[in-house]
């Protein structure tokens, strides 16, 4: 299997990066982890005539925390990475979990979060857990930045709000009220498998109360999908079993699942109602997990 | 990094790390880290699977960490260095990980072993003393077509014990 030719740039810093990207158009690729986009290459599915590597933009990798701002996650940082960082283990450990069920090791030492929002496929496992937090995408262009919602940032599958000049350089989880979060994800198999279905929720309780909840549903749409008929049977309400049960159903009726080789349609329906109120229990009664 | 034209297709020089010797070649944008390592440098002891992420034979250790060495262009490895599965032993005596894999019979054809092997020894590094569940988490991405896993995960559970 043989990676068609390209020329390799190697930009030394953001600017010089989309003014590659601007120049090149169409015929230009970002290449971060490359696990995805290596693979499109060998496969004949991407053929870019410039590759442009991210690969010694340091300012892309890592995560911090900004008072008044909140947990901030550069593009370029791994999965495992994510996975081992104090500050979301301590803040937000549901992303660390949703990025613990991708892949295995290996590809969790190559892939990048960034690449995993980019590459926009239905059932990216990092989209839903974002979107449920509230995240928000900083791009970079040439004429300059701009943020734009985790939830606004998918267009289609394989397709997001980036122009072509444009690098997704971080993600920003902003200080919140939230009490809980959680992603379930069901594969065929406990690594090594994409998502059949996968749902994130966040909740906001005061005592049993549900201030707010979020519910997005992964692999059941083209994008990531919210259920926001489901949320609203529970967002002001007094939280009972009943009730969740009652969710998990609403959020099935609206998924908008197709037939595929992991699963029928019919399958994945039942999937959204017990990995929904699977989830909401986590959130609502274990917080961020 | 020096880039030259030679033909009609650029070539970059790369310098490796590979096993604490420093080795440089001149390649091209497309190829991989696994055809540098085996078709230039003739570490043959990689190996090459799927080509696509999913099998683990290709598994080498980068700064320490493991990778599909089969998904990495050898221009992004530049001046990095490699571990691959012959420079696991010290002085011509055999990594714990590697002796055990030879005394629970946890090798067959052994194409998977390299990949399998690094794996373990990198999550003995992190986590010296891991459960069965963690032994199998870590080699979820080394896929075995003969041995099974029940050896495998044994002979890793073993020179966990070794260590301590
Ligand atoms: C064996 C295997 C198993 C996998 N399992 C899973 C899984 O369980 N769940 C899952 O969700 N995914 C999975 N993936 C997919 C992939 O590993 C992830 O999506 C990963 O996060 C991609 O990141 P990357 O840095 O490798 O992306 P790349 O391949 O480098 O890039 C992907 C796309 O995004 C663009 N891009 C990347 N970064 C940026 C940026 N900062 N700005 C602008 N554009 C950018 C690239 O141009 C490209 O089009 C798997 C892949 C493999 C090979
Ligand atoms: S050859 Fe690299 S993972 Fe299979
Ligand atoms: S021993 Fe043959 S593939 Fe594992």
Partial sequence: MIVPQFEYLVPQSLQEACALLGQHGSKAKVLSGGSDLIVKMKNGLAKPDYLVSLKNLDELKGVRYEAGTGVIIGSRTTHNQVIANPILREKYPSVCAAAATMAAYQIRNIGTIGGNLVNAVPSADMPP??????????IVGTA???????????LGPGRTVLGQDEILAELVIPDQATTGSNYVKFGLRRAGALAVVGVASSVTMAGDVAKDVRIILGAVAPIPMVAREAENVLRGKKVSDDLIQHAGKVAAVESKPINDIRGSAEYRRNLVDVLTRRSLKAAIEKGHV | MVTEAKTS????IVTLTVNGDEHVALVKANTTLLDLLREEFDYTGT?????LGDCGACTVMLDGEPVNSCLILAVEADGH???TIEGLDQNGKLDPVQEAFVNHGAIQCGYCSPGMILSGRALLNRNPHPTEREVREAIAGNLCRCTGYVRIVEAILAAADANS
């Fill in chain 2, 81 to 83: 260095s490699v571990t």
């Fill in chain 2, 9 to 12: 297709v650029k070539r970059h």
């Fill in chain 1, 144 to 154: 300059g930045e701009r943020v734009v919602r985790v939830e606004d940032f998918f």
């Fill in chain 2, 47 to 51: 190996k090459k699977g799927c080509e």
């Fill in chain 1, 129 to 138: 857990i974002l979107i449920a937090l509230g995240a928000q995408a900083r």
